[in-house]
């Protein structure tokens, strides 16, 4: 008979069980914060590794312009590879047609241009790669309240019931403070993995933005040279 009833209480607080029995309420908190994991899962898998792909062809571009020794070979052959580091030698590379097309040159105009439009392109690519991680931090930040909000409703719930039917003992009150919990613990679960991919995400992000300004500066180092060459 212990036996028989240690498999039913056990059974009564399984995941899905406690999600069954749950308040209308503590549902929809549930399944919000389902849907959050879920959608932490997909940035992750899709942006996260995106990220690092993106990293290594861009450090391969950086390090391919590094030991080029004729720029218009280099452009004919790496110009169109879509990584962030060869938008930023395109744009420098815009300007620099546009403000040598006029005989009439500023030098150090033409330069504070290169350095504008390189810089320019940087913070746009860096931003389209940030897509995404806004998301992460609002889970990350908002998820736990939720589930904290579901757990409060799910107690306030199991200690009217206790009001309504006058029995205290543990039995009556173990499966609602249960679900109660399992909001909080669904929280938890969709939130944590969300911070670690966020400052993982974050931290590689910064990494990629500083290689583009490196990059941006040698590039424009080269072109200022050409610049003395042609004055």
Known sequence: MNELTVSVTQASISPLALFLHADI?????????????????TII??????????AKRDAQFGADFD???DMDRFLREKGGVDVPSAKVFGAGIEEWRLSTANKKMDTEATRARL?????????????????????LATIGSVCPFVGLFGTVWGIMRSFSDIAASQN??????????AEALFATALGLFAAIPAVIAYNRMTHRLDRIE????RFADR???TLSRELDREA
């Open 45 to 54: 898998f899709g942006r996260g590794l995106g990220l690092a792909g993106i």
């Open 115 to 135: 350095a504008s439009a390189m810089g320019t392109e940087a913070a746009t690519q860096v931003d389209k790669l940030s897509s995404g991680l806004n998301v």
């Open 219 to 221: 590039f424009h180092l």
């Open 25 to 41: 309420v503590v549902k929809m908190v549930m399944i919000g914060l389902l849907a959050a994991s879920l959608w932490t899962w």
């Open 210 to 213: 500083a290689g583009l300004h």
């Open 67 to 69: 030991k080029a020794d």
């Open 168 to 177: 205290t003992s543990f039995g009556a009150v173990a499966p609602g403070i």
